[in-house]
T-cell receptor, first 112, second 111 residues
Framework: AQSVTQLDSQVPVFEEAPVELRCNYS??????LFWYVQYPNQGLQLLLK??????LVESINGFEAEFNKSQTSFHLRKPSVHISDTAEYFC??????????FGTGTRLQVFP | KAGVTQTPRYLIKTRGQQVTLSCSPI?????VSWYQQTPGQGLQFLFE???????NKGNFPGRFSGRQFSNSRSEMNVSTLELGDSALYLC??????????FGPGTRLTVL
């Protein structure tokens, strides 16, 4: 069975500092990997995805994640965070893109 | 292109009642999935529909059901509501395979 582990439930950082949100997955088959962001009282927004090809994927707002098959990881990074990045971030895995298995989420809190 | 829409956004029901939630996918997306989000259990997969057929189902009791129409719009129904059914219900749509795009959710409160 597939599973996702997000070890950090909360990550506090100061504005303009770098951040890494960790995600490890477990799966016996090839996977698709995703990061979603959720702002208060909203649904999930797709941040970035790995389906195939380059193991480094980037979003339009400066986030990037690298698929590491040997370490079964898909950590999310941003070199310089903004106050507006404060939100809940979810890592998810799927073997065919239909049923998503989510991690428990990481609350990123950016302080001025 | 319009995103995924869900109606209603908020709903209050009492125990024992039933409820129907609606989801309209992104135009051209034929797959619709439903998820339940609660503080205790997190995000859990309910079921997925493709071309009016349930293709995948999560580990929820039979009180939770759904369907998809020929225009890809989907509904989910919860019968005999329990207090523990209070949650944010999220709908997502996608093409055949790939990323899922979520709607704003329906916040269900069961009193």
């Amino acid at each position: 069975a597939q599973s996702v582990t997000q070890l950090d439930s909360q990550v506090p950082v100061f504005e303009e500092a770098p951040v890494e949100l960790r995600c490890n997955y477990s799966s016996s088959v090839s996977v698709y990997l995703f990061w979603y962001v959720q702002y208060p009282n909203q649904g999930l927004q797709l941040l970035l995805k790995y389906l195939s090809g380059s193991t480094l994927v980037e979003s339009i707002n400066g986030f990037e994640a690298e698929f590491n098959k040997s370490q079964t990881s898909f950590h999310l990074r941003k070199p310089s965070v903004h106050i507006s990045d404060t939100a809940e971030y979810f890592c998810a895995v799927s073997d065919r893109g239909d049923k998503l298995i989510f991690g428990t989420g990481t609350r990123l809190q950016v302080f001025p | 292109k319009a995103g995924v829409t869900q109606t209603p956004r908020y709903l209050i029901k009492t125990r024992g009642q039933q409820v129907t939630l609606s989801c309209s996918p992104i135009s051209g997306h034929r797959s619709v999935s439903w998820y339940q989000q609660t503080p205790g259990q997190g995000l859990q997969f309910l079921f997925e529909y493709f071309s009016e057929t349930q293709r995948n189902k999560g580990n929820f009791p039979g009180r939770f059901s759904g369907r998809q129409f020929s225009n890809s719009r989907s509904e989910m129904n919860v019968s005999t509501l329990e207090l523990g059914d209070s949650a944010l219900y999220l709908c997502a749509s996608s093409r055949e395979a790939g990323a899922q795009y979520f709607g704003p959710g329906t916040r269900l409160t069961v009193l």
